[in-house]
Each structure stands twice: as structure tokens, then as C-alpha cells.
């Protein structure tokens, strides 16, 4: 049978290109069922949108009573008034739009195929994909600081790379006021999840989704869940951030909020709450009208993290059980996660040649 995973030589180098493309590449088409059922810019005003001014002081009840509420239905919220400056974020996001707009061999001096750690890639720099993501990334490892690597950060446009390491300093912050806040409201001390980080890892990619000759077919981003603790997502007024609550059956489009970070909890964040927090079912959605620019910056454990619900989350004595069989490590849950989603990639592929085979043909 033949593999699922995508050939190098189907992979093109880049998608930014002068002239706009009349029709998608068959690369990039999606099966039916994958393939997005809402508009783009039919915003929802569902998922919750939380205000952290006063979170230090008389506001922090409120705000913790309505992060646990949004993070056990969605598992994804947005946050305004969080503190991090207007300034940082306009520079961020313009100079990411100016990295994109290079020419190609300037971003390709960066190209993270081959398992480079951080540069720039077409789709996704995971192997084993049967369909690609129609988008343009360009990722940093920004912590913990003694693994940062440099050479893997791109130079140009200039003054980008100070902004990226104001703007790193900056989400860590914000993220570990979040993971406090999360941490009561599972009822716990403040330092709970960072301590169970170990040491705070965290990334940045900025994607890059161009214009689509035929947006219906494709997604900027499959459909996927972070593996990490929690994501703060940066999106323009384009829109193209969908989320589910019901396992894929109704869809929404997260209504962009200008100076608007959207949390999405991961995995991680997921096991460690028994399951009482979900980690954020997602998509981005492209369209033919414009380019879209959102920067996700991921908070992660530890490889070596053990993943597992926090002490005290498991009220034994109201009959509640422990849904993990036993702790492992923030590598192992990665790699497992990787290995089912590349199976289960496969075992479509399989079933759809299966079905395109003439009846004779099948053993
Ligand atoms: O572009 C978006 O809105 C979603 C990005 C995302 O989910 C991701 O990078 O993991
Ligand atoms: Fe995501």
C-alpha cells in the first residue's frame, strides 16, 4: 500500500508567490469531511472574552470564576486588558508581515526541513502528513533561554528579532498570570501548573496564510488540539479561527477582537485537570479575499514534565477516579500523540484507496 505521508517533491518550497494562484495544488486538497462548514468571517460571539484588569487585586475572583467556566466548556477563551503593550504587538505583527513578504531565497536561507530546530517552512515541519496546511510558518524557540538557538532565528526584516525577544518576554509573563489563575480555579495553589511545567518551555510560530484560489477545499490549519499547557494566539481582523465543543459537529469562527489574545488550553493542561478542563478542539479556515497573519505562542512543560492530574484535583472522596492509568512524561505524551495522528492519517488514506478500487480488485 502506498504511504500516506507526503513526498518531498509534492511540497512546494514556498506560497507566496507574485501571481496569485488560479486553483489549489491536488497536494492541498482536503477530504470531504475535513473540509470547513463555516464561513470564515461568520464570527461567533460564544467563546467567552475575559477582562484581567484588577486580576491582582477585588477582580481576581471574578476573573478565575469565569476562566474555569470557559476552560470546562471550551477549553478557549480571549483576554483584553491583559497588560501586554499595544506598541510590542503592532511591531510584532507587522514586521512578521514583512518576513513574509520576502523573497523567497531570503526566508529559504531559513528552511527548517531536515529537522532544523525553528526557521521557516510550507505547512508544517511535522512528517507524515497526507495532506498539506495551506500556510507559510516561520517558528522561534524562544525558552527556556540556555537552549535558544540564534542561528535559527532569521535576521530580516531588521529590528525583528530584538521585537520577537520583547515580545517572548512579555506572552511568558502573561501566560504564567494565566497558568496561576487556572491553577485556582481547579482549586489549587497559584504555583500549581508552573510547578508542573518543571521549566517553562515556549515557541513561537507565526503563520502565514496566503489568499486561496479555493478556500472550500483546503484549511489554513487542520483541525488539531496544542499538545502543550496553554496557547495565547495573536489574530488580525481577517478571521479564520474555528473551534468546536461537540467533537466536529458545529463549528464556530472565533470573532477577532483587535489587541485580543485568545487562550486555547492543550493536552497537557487537559491531563493535568482529570479532564475537567478540555484542551481546545481548533481549525484555521483560509479565504480568497485576503491574507491572514496569527502568531501562536505555545507554553509548554518540560520533555521530562510528568504528565498526570495535579495533586488534589481527584476528589477521591466524591467518587471521583483518576482518568490516566499512570504518569508519563511531557516526551512520551508528545510522541504518542504524533504517532496516533499519523496512524490515524494513514489508516484513512488506506480506506479511501480501498474505496476507489473496483470491486474485482479487493481481496
Ligand atoms: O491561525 C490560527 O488561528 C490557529 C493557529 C493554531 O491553532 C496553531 O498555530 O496551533
Ligand atoms: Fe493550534
Redesign the pocket.
Known amino acids: 500500500m502506498a504511504p500516506a505521508a507526503v513526498v518531498a517533491s509534492d511540497r512546494p518550497d514556498f506560497l507566496v508567490t507574485a501571481e496569485e494562484p488560479k486553483s489549489l495544488q491536488s497536494i492541498f486538497v482536503r477530504d470531504e469531511d475535513e473540509r470547513p462548514k463555516v464561513a470564515y468571517n461568520q464570527f461567533s460571539k460564544d467563546i467567552p472574552v475575559i477582562s484581567l484588569s484588577g486580576i491582582a487585586g477585588e477582580e481576581r475572583g471574578r476573573v478565575r470564576d469565569e476562566v474555569s467556566k470557559a476552560c470546562s466548556e471550551w477549553g478557549i477563551f480571549q483576554v483584553v486588558d491583559h497588560g501586554v503593550p499595544q506598541e510590542l504587538v503592532d511591531s510584532m505583527t507587522q514586521l512578521s508581515r514583512a518576513f513574509f513578504a520576502l523573497p523567497a531565497e531570503e526566508k529559504l536561507k531559513y528552511d527548517m526541513r531536515g529537522g532544523k530546530r525553528g526557521g521557516f517552512v510550507v505547512s508544517s515541519h511535522l512528517q507524515g502528513e497526507a495532506v498539506l496546511d495551506w500556510?507559510e510558518?516561520c517558528t522561534y524557540f524562544s525558552y527556556p533561554l540556555h537552549q535558544r538557538d540564534y542561528t535559527r532565528w532569521p535576521v530580516k526584516p531588521d529590528g525583528w528579532r530584538d521585537v520577537v525577544e520583547k515580545y517572548s518576554e512579555s506572552l511568558m509573563g502573561l501566560a504564567c498570570k494565566l497558568l496561576g489563575i487556572i491553577s485556582e480555579a481547579l482549586g489549587l495553589e497559584t504555583e500549581a501548573v508552573t510547578n508542573a511545567c518543571v521549566e517553562m518551555d515556549q515557541k513561537v510560530?507565526i503563520?502565514f496564510?496566503p489568499k486561496c484560489p479555493q478556500p472550500d477545499m483546503t484549511l489554513?490549519?487542520k483541525r488539531?488540539t496544542?499538545p502543550g499547557t496553554i496557547?495565547l494566539?495573536l489574530?488580525d481582523q481577517v478571521g479564520?479561527?474555528q473551534a468546536t465543543k461537540d467533537d466536529g459537529k458545529n463549528w464556530i469562527t472565533?470573532e477577532p477582537i483587535q489587541g485580543a489574545f485568545?487562550v486555547?488550553l492543550g493536552d497537557h493542561m487537559h491531563y493535568l485537570s482529570n479532564g475537567k478542563f478540555k484542551s481546545a478542539d481548533?481549525?484555521?479556515v483560509v479565504n480568497s479575499n485576503s491574507s491572514?497573519l496569527?502568531i501562536?505562542t505555545?507554553q509548554n512543560p518540560a520533555q521530562e514534565a510528568i504528565v498526570y492530574p495535579l495533586d488534589g484535583v481527584v476528589k477521591e472522596a466524591e467518587g471521583e477516579k483518576c482518568f490516566m492509568e499512570e504518569p508519563i512524561t511531557f516526551a512520551q505524551m508528545y510522541s504518542r500523540k504524533m504517532s496516533r495522528d499519523i496512524e490515524l492519517a494513514r489508516q484513512k488514506k488506506i480506506a479511501k484507496l480501498q474505496a476507489q478500487e473496483p470491486e474485482g480488485a479487493k481481496a
Open positions: 500556510r510558518i510560530v503563520n496564510y489554513g490549519l488539531h496544542d496557547t494566539l489574530q479564520g479561527l472565533v485568545v486555547n481548533h481549525q484555521a491572514r496569527s501562536a505555545f
